[in-house]
């Protein structure tokens, strides 16, 4: 199938190389003409493990091409995939203006039948919107169809999430919309779910949210294992063997950051606000992950004292590993802490170092972990990079002041750690 995605950042990319490596052939818009010019050379906007090799090789079979007009992509695709950013407001409320945008320009270079698709995570209605805004911005009396197909990949595994999902989610409002999105993803073979738009669109949101809220609940444990000395790890574990719990996001923490959870919860509460909902639960999720920040500078300061003048290590910058993507990253938050109480943080990330220049000042970043660690007085560690578990212990000893690991991710083996002369402090594991 001719398909159309519109936007190519780290849903928008991926899902075009993808629908190419399908078999669909693939026009890639973005209003971004320097991201659009760098693509046709190859080159990558972001970090994103497997996506330049399929970028290249779909570029070379001629099924993958890229334009920064929109109007390239109206004419070429039989289904145009909406996958620009819905951005937090100051207030949560997600920012719909780039959607509506790029819907009303849809509409006006329309000249035959289209799918227009939200790939983009929407709040639930948007759907209605959309529908209302093309018809409003069409030129000439062309028949379409809106539909909602939410996308699930997480960033790092995006490629591998986006051709192995979980289950496909299709909201649509006619025969034609579900038989075409059904073609679309055939070659997947995936569990399937068709429903109308506004399921479609709450599926979504009812995802991440709850997929936040299990983070945040293991997290509140977190808490008491601390004052009681019990290990969340051991708890998470016999909670996770329970099939109707899962052993997935129980990991205890820092909490979740980047562009998904957080934005979403927030985008949730607000649009359920609206609805004349309080969801309550939500907004106990989102300050329970404000908290676990404090509390893991809390920490530091429970072995340093003052934080004045100390030179904390941080490693691990980005949201997660295996990405350069530093949006609402807890790191930042920590980071903006430590400086606040007069600390000096010197950091090193194996990816985001670029990206978190542009948005951690006063932060001396450093080449490499080891430099990282040099001079200071408690090393903590942010991102679970696996690079992180492979450290020579004892150079890293060397290197530091005072010989002291605050794991926000639970993720280094704190028995090895230990045996090469470091206090070990963990989340929940019984340490306050
Ligand atoms: P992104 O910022 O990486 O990409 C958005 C792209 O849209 C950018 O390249 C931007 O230049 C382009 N764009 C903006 N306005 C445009 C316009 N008028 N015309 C053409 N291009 C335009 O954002 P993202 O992370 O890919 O997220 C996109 C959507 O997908 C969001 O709604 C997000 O919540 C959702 N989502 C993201 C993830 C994720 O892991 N990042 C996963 C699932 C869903």
């Not at 759907?127 to 062309?142: F, S, Y």
């Not at 679309?184 to 936040?212: G, M």
């Not at 920490?299 to 609402?328: C, Y």
């Not at 408690?378 to 002291?404: A, G, N, S």
Request: with cysteine; charged share 25%.
């Amino acid at each position: 199938m001719n398909l159309s995605v519109v936007g190519a950042g780290h849903v928008g990319l991926v899902t075009g190389a993808c629908f190419a490596q399908m078999g669909h052939r693939v026009i890639c818009v973005d209003n971004d003409a320097k991201r659009i010019a760098r693509l046709k050379r190859n080159v990558m906007p972001y970090y994103e493990p497997g996506l330049e090799a399929l970028v290249r090789k779909h570029a070379k079979s001629g099924r993958l091409r890229f334009s920064a007009r929109l109007v390239d992509g109206v004419r070429f695709g039989e289904v145009i995939f909406i996958a620009v950013g819905t951005p937090p407001k100051a207030n949560g409320e997600a920012d719909l203006t780039y959607v509506e945008g790029v819907c009303r320009d849809i509409a006006r270079a329309m000249t035959s039948y289209r799918i227009i698709v939200e790939k983009s995570t929407v709040p639930v209605e948007t759907g209605k919107w959309l529908r209302r805004t093309i018809a409003m911005n069409l030129k000439t009396k062309v028949p379409f169809d809106v539909a909602s197909n939410p996308e699930f990949l997480r960033e790092g595994t995006g490629v591998h999430d986006f051709l192995n999902p979980d289950r496909i989610v299709i909201g649509v409002e006619s025969d034609a919309a579900r038989k075409k999105l059904l073609q679309v993803y055939q070659p997947l073979k995936a569990p399937t779910v068709v429903t109308d738009i506004a399921s479609a669109e709450l599926i979504k949101h009812a995802s991440n949210s709850f997929l936040a809220a299990k983070i945040s609940f293991i997290n509140a444990v977190a808490q008491v294992c601390d004052r009681v000395g019990a290990d969340v790890e051991k708890v998470a574990e016999g909670m996770g063997l329970d099939r109707r719990i899962g052993k997935f996001f129980l990991d205890a923490g820092i909490g979740f950051g980047g562009f998904c959870l957080p934005k979403d919860i927030e985008a949730f509460i607000h649009i359920a606000d609206k609805l004349g909902v309080d969801f309550r639960l939500l907004k106990e999720v989102a300050r329970i992950n404000e908290e676990q920040r404090a509390i893991l500078v809390k920490k530091i300061e429970e072995r340093l004292w003052n934080l004045k003048q100390k030179t904390i290590a941080v490693w691990g910058l980005s949201f997660k590993p295996h990405t350069d993507d530093m949006r609402l990253a807890p790191s930042i938050d920590v980071i903006g802490r430590l400086s606040a109480a007069g600390a000096k943080v010197r950091a090193y990330d194996p990816e985001a170092m670029g990206e978190a220049r542009r948005c951690l000042n006063g932060t001396v970043f450093c080449s490499d972990p080891y430099r990282a660690a040099k001079g200071s007085d408690c090393l903590v560690l942010l991102t679970e990079w696996p690079q992180f578990q492979k450290v020579d212990w004892k150079k890293v000893h060397r290197m530091m002041e005072h010989p002291i690991v605050v794991d926000g991710r639970n993720f280094l083996d704190a028995a090895v750690v230990r045996r090469h002369g470091f206090e070990y402090v963990g989340m929940g594991q019984g340490r306050p």
